[in-house]
Structures are given as structure tokens and as C-alpha cells.
């Protein structure tokens, strides 16, 4: 009996990896396929700062593999900083400028910086890390709320798993 409360104990202790449901999301109508000709673009639109893991970046349109290379890309179609829907950044984490290398290390709390087009600091803060496999396509869908999902490859130094971080929306404009 002491032994299945240990554990029951041990088990209760251990955080808890829950991805929120694919069910509660649906793709934004303007979000684009990640093979479009659209996301090769490269234009730079945005800045993203991480202040937790020292992340400083320029964000570019697209999410083509070129793009990526260069550093933070933004899925095209996806919501633009401070909208209603779901921004979707992705980044390397170990070859070319490695923007996500401490991605894992964010917790909840931590505060994201994403530029609006108007050159305004839009606030997020972190709400939820998961691994998803590298098809889970949803974590690019509108969840109903404004937000930020950044993601990319893991373990580092492997293509294996896809980690997550989304954020919440905490303000619009930069204050002070």
C-alpha cells in the first residue's frame, strides 16, 4: 500500500505535457499550404524578442525551407501580431542562425515581443510547451483566441519531433 502511494505521489509530481485538442482548432481561411509559392517569400515584416532565451530576430515572410534558413519565418496567411488569430513562427535550432536553440527552455510566463506593422510591441506570454510529430499541421490552425505558436525541430540536432511553444495575447501596444 505505501508503495502505490509513492507512487501515486511520484505521478502527481511530474508536469503534465498536454496539447490543447486539435478538435478546438480550425486553419484560418487565409493560412496557406506550406508548399505554396507564398511562403518563399522572405520579406522581412516583422521582429520577434525573446527576452528569456536572448532571442533578438527579424521575421520573414514564408516558411520554405529558404526562408527558414535565414532566420524567424512567419507561415504565410497565418495572423498577422496583435490580430485575432494564431501567428505561427517557425525557426532552426541548430544549423544556420539557430533563432529556437532554448526554445525548450521557456516556461510559463515568459514574455514574447512579436512587432505589429506599425513598429508597436505586441505582448504574448508563454502558455504551453508539447512535442507534436512533424505532419501535426493543426498547431498552424486558429484556436479562437489571439495567440502566437512558435515551433521547431526536436531533439536538438534531430528532425524527429516538432516542440511547441504557444502564447497568449497580453497587450496590443507597447506601453510606456
Known amino acids: 500500500m505505501t508503495a502505490l502511494g509513492l507512487l ?19 486553419p484560418a481561411p487565409s493560412r496557406q499550404p506550406s508548399f505554396d509559392s ?4 522572405g520579406v522581412v ?12 530576430e527579424t521575421v520573414r515572410s514564408g516558411i ?20 485575432s488569430g494564431n501567428v505561427v513562427l517557425a525557426g532552426h535550432r541548430t544549423t544556420h ?11 510559463d510566463g515568459d514574455l514574447v515581443f512579436l512587432e505589429d506593422g506599425n513598429g508597436f510591441d ?9 512535442v507534436v510529430e512533424p505532419d501535426d499541421l493543426w498547431i ?13 525541430c526536436h531533439p ?8 511547441v511553444v504557444q502564447a497568449d495575447l497580453v497587450a496590443g501596444r507597447r506601453i510606456a
Not at 501515486?8 to 480550425?26: H, R, T
Not at 539557430?98 to 526554445?103: G, V
Not at 498552424?140 to 521547431?152: E, H, I, L, N, R
Open 8 to 26: 501515486v505521489a511520484l505521478l502527481a509530481a511530474l508536469p503534465a505535457v498536454a496539447a490543447p485538442s486539435p478538435e478546438d482548432a480550425v
Open 38 to 41: 507564398s511562403q518563399q517569400s
Open 45 to 56: 515584416e516583422s521582429r520577434l524578442r525573446i527576452p528569456a532565451i536572448g532571442v533578438d
Open 64 to 83: 520554405s525551407l529558404s526562408v527558414i534558413d535565414r532566420g524567424v519565418a512567419h507561415w504565410a496567411g497565418t495572423s498577422a501580431p496583435g490580430g
Open 97 to 107: 542562425s539557430r533563432p529556437f536553440w532554448d526554445l525548450d527552455r521557456l516556461t
Open 122 to 130: 505586441v505582448i504574448y506570454r508563454v502558455s504551453d510547451t508539447f
Open 140 to 152: 498552424s490552425y486558429d484556436f479562437g483566441k489571439p495567440m502566437v505558436t512558435m515551433f521547431a
Open 156 to 163: 536538438r540536432g534531430s528532425a524527429r519531433y516538432r516542440i
